[in-house]
């Protein structure tokens, strides 16, 4: 999948006359859930459908356009939106859909204050070469968001550009799929209804950094993010999930997936941490020197809450108990303990 950030990196043979066009689709695609996957699925059928129709041009291209930042975090800034996904999680996501590329538009105010049919004339037809447009039935777009589903099929008449709405993309339950309810789910610690909607677990990204090291020292080492800057973090608690390094990180050419017991929190039986950390515990792995690399971490499933103990002993009990649940959530061996002094990474 190519990604092109920005207008001056759209290839102009796109939109000559003989060239493939595109068929596209728009939105922030935060998280790329369920109800965003049907829409992109629609649009992948679609270019081939048209390919299928026209086999004397070449297929058009299935491009969608995403904006960064999200327009609420230029609008409303007081919101202080947390992103379901980074910008380089949604892109391999939507990587996985079957799309040929993505536009990453930057948006500012001066972006928002084009009209809804500035907007489809600049950027969708003339920019992309559009040959049809997919959508939600929820979709808006231009200034004061006046722009909508209908607007589309009106400017799509007028110019020829064919026009798909996709409509009812919605839950068993008769809930839309949505960040939004993602969210919600992930601000409950519901780990597990998040997962759901997203149709994958909910990942958080970050670059790992140093701690106290007491976890190497008492026979529990951890990778330690920053939970102002991972993501939507659910509430505090241990949670069971999956460190992921990137192909390369690990030494090996595929992304390595590494069972883990996960806390979110300040610790409070030692009262010393003043800031939320998300730390990784790897199920029997005492060699691992991640400090430096960015890593992902998916939450699976919420296991009980961030408790104080009364000393190290009680805590080094129930921090056993959560490694063996851990390990039957994630369908793993259960590994033996580890000694503090069998840890040899850094």
């Not at 958080?204 to 106290?212: E, K, N």
Request: aromatic share 6%; proline share 7%; net charge negative.
């Amino acid at each position: 999948m190519e990604v092109w950030y920005g207008a001056e990196q759209v290839p102009e043979t796109l939109r000559e006359a003989s060239g493939c066009g595109s068929v596209v689709t728009l939105g922030v695609f935060d998280g790329v859930h369920r109800g965003h996957r049907a829409v992109l699925a629609r649009l992948v059928a679609r270019a081939d459908a048209l390919a299928a129709r026209e086999p004397q041009r070449p297929r058009p291209l299935a491009v969608a356009v995403t904006f960064d930042p999200h327009p609420v975090q230029v609008h409303r800034p007081e919101r202080q939106l947390p992103m379901v996904a980074s910008l380089a999680d949604r892109l391999d996501l939507l990587a996985t859909t079957g799309l040929d590329a993505v536009l990453v538009v930057h948006y500012t105010l001066d972006f928002a204050d084009q009209s809804a049919e500035d907007f489809v004339r600049t950027w969708l037809e003339e920019l992309l070469g559009a040959r049809a447009v997919v959508v939600g039935d929820d979709v808006r777009f231009g200034r004061g968001n006046e722009g909508d589903a209908h607007t589309l099929e009106q400017i799509g008449a007028r110019d020829g550009l064919e026009v798909d709405i996709v409509s009812d993309v919605l839950a068993p339950c008769g809930r839309r799929w949505s960040s939004t309810w993602v969210r919600e789910l992930l601000e409950a610690g519901d780990v597990a209804g998040a997962a759901e909607v997203l149709g994958r677990p909910h990942r958080l990204r970050g670059t790992v950094v140093h701690g106290l090291k007491r976890g190497r020292e008492i026979g529990f080492p951890t990778a330690n993010l920053q939970a102002a800057t991972a993501g939507v973090v659910p509430p505090d608690g241990v949670y069971a999930g999956w460190l992921v390094r990137s192909p390369g990180a690990g030494g090996d050419e595929v992304e390595e997936r590494l069972p883990a017991a996960i806390s979110i929190g300040t610790n409070p039986t030692f009262d010393d941490v003043p800031e939320r950390t998300v730390e990784a515990h790897v199920l029997g792995r005492t060699d691992l020197d991640l400090y430096g690399e960015v890593v992902v971490i998916e939450l699976t499933e919420y296991l009980r809450p961030m408790l104080a103990f009364a000393g190290l002993e009680p805590l080094l009990v129930q921090m056993r108990r959560d490694v063996v649940t851990t390990a039957e959530v994630l369908g793993v061996p259960v590994p033996a303990p580890i000694r503090p002094e069998d840890v040899t990474a850094t």
